[in-house]
């Protein structure tokens, strides 16, 4: 009898000869629409801004294009769609799903010197289009890093100044929850806000940042596409102990956290619940429009005790999906999404519903495109960003990752190092299972 693991890997093997061979269904197979998902919700201003660049696109080239803007369960959606036969055209998503679409059969591989324009993206951006084998699956479309998002009415009301280190932050937290900074009288804020919930792997994203900004990793490369795990390092263990500290000593994270994703926590930070959100650029726009320009304030992640700077990278990739019919059209499409044109269309200038970020093509000035001043912290701080590495399928690793990290801020009386070190164990198994150790 085939072992389950087995008849999955001859599942993944026949669905991607039959992608292969088979037209990508949609809208495309029939009347050459070129069919577009992007992970955003439906009606939100970044499906709006979607849609601005597909009509755009239309416009320079001539191409039909449908934009299909999704949010829940997006990945889920994909296999469905997969499983059908029926994969869109172009995915526009995170770069950290691309070992996860490509180990599927999913993507086309991208010749990087035939792509108009390639030579002018930044080589950062270029890594994260890159597989575990070295080559190119995507075109880089967006890069972001993480900063603070901090009420600067709340800090400046408890008389401190921007935070320079880890301690600092902590104080800056500690005043927040304490100090009644939004002066209701009542002990009703927090320091920090946190996704730091289990779905999607994000206690794992949102702890990555201070991991890295303190010289830790998941995992580091050993040469020849080979990676060990490293997440039981003594500095990685102890920026997961910061954290777990800010939950369970100080408590100055939300109440909650442990059970939210992003969704939930952009609005407990507009609702004046809590003052430092660790994330990224994409909600600049949102923040100002519903707290108010003059009471937020971009600072950049402190350095850690043991290393640093640095922070989370990432950001979205233009995914030329198999098994399409208009492979044409699918490349014209990503060499105008790279575009000075296509990434301005992108960027949306300061208004919200940003799907460009950060411009990955080195000829766009972002000061020229953004007045507000508070997105030159975001762009400095992608100088020492750290992208997921180009592992076959990172997506497991996030999650195991987040399943413990958040087990151990859940639970105050959990040992982090103890939690690290089982941790360790189960990451070098999955990178052994994906041949990558």
């Not at 900063?147 to 500690?174: F, G, H, N, S, Y």
């Not at 992108?346 to 950060?358: C, H, Q, S």
């Not at 020492?384 to 996030?398: G, K, L, M, S, T």
Request: net charge neutral.
């Amino acid at each position: 009898m085939m072992s389950r693991r087995l008849l999955g890997v001859a599942i993944t093997a026949t669905l991607a000869v039959g992608l292969t061979g088979c037209g990508s269904g949609g809208s495309s197979g029939s009347d050459n629409t070129l069919e577009i998902w992007i992970r955003q919700a439906p009606d939100s201003d970044s499906a709006k801004t979607a849609k601005k660049l597909a009509d755009a696109f239309t416009k320079a080239s001539g191409v039909k294009t449908k934009v299909v803007a999704l949010f829940d369960d997006f990945e889920t959606k994909l296999n469905q769609q997969a499983a059908q036969r029926q994969l869109p055209d172009i995915v526009i998503n995170d770069t950290a799903q691309l070992g996860n679409m490509h180990t599927q059969g999913w993507l086309q591989e991208v010749d990087k010197a035939s792509l108009k324009g390639g030579d002018q993206l930044a080589e950062t951006a270029w890594k994260a289009a890159a597989g575990g084998d070295g080559k190119y699956y995507a075109a880089p479309f967006s890069a972001q890093a993480f900063a603070l998002i901090v009420r600067k009415d709340w800090r400046e009301k408890v008389k401190m100044e921007p935070p320079t280190t880890w301690e600092d932050l902590q104080k800056l937290a500690v005043a927040f929850t304490e100090q009644d900074p939004d002066g209701n009288g009542k002990k009703d804020t927090a320091g920090f806000v946190a996704p730091a919930g289990t779905k999607r792997g994000y206690a794992s994203w949102y702890a990555s940042s201070l991991i890295y900004a303190n010289g830790g990793d998941f995992i580091k490369a050993t040469g020849n596409g080979k990676y060990a795990a490293t997440v039981n390092d003594p500095k990685t263990v102890e920026a997961v102990q910061y954290l777990q500290d800010q939950f369970c000593k100080t408590k100055t994270v939300n109440p909650g956290a442990v059970s939210n994703d992003t969704t939930v926590t952009h609005e407990v930070f507009e609702k004046g619940q809590g003052g430092i959100y660790l994330v990224g650029p994409y909600v600049l726009a949102r923040f100002v429009n519903s707290i108010g320009s003059d009471k937020i304030e971009v600072l950049p992640v402190p350095k850690g005790p043991s290393g640093g700077p640095g922070t989370l990278g990432e950001g979205e990739n233009v995914y030329l999906m198999a098994g399409s019919q208009n492979k044409d059209a699918q490349k014209k499409f990503a060499e105008f999404a790279i575009s000075p044109d296509g990434q301005k269309i992108g960027m949306n200038k300061d208004a919200n519903g940003a799907i460009v970020r950060l411009p990955v093509n080195t000829t766009v000035d972002m000061a020229a495109e953004r007045q507000d001043p508070r997105w030159k912290v975001f762009q400095e701080s992608y100088a020492h960003a750290v992208y997921a590495p180009p592992v076959p399928n990172w997506a497991p690793i996030r999650q195991t990752s987040a399943d413990t990290i958040n087990a151990v801020w859940a639970d105050c009386t959990a040992d982090v190092k103890t939690a690290m070190d089982e941790l360790n164990t189960k990451l070098t198994q999955e990178l052994q299972s994906q041949k990558a150790s």
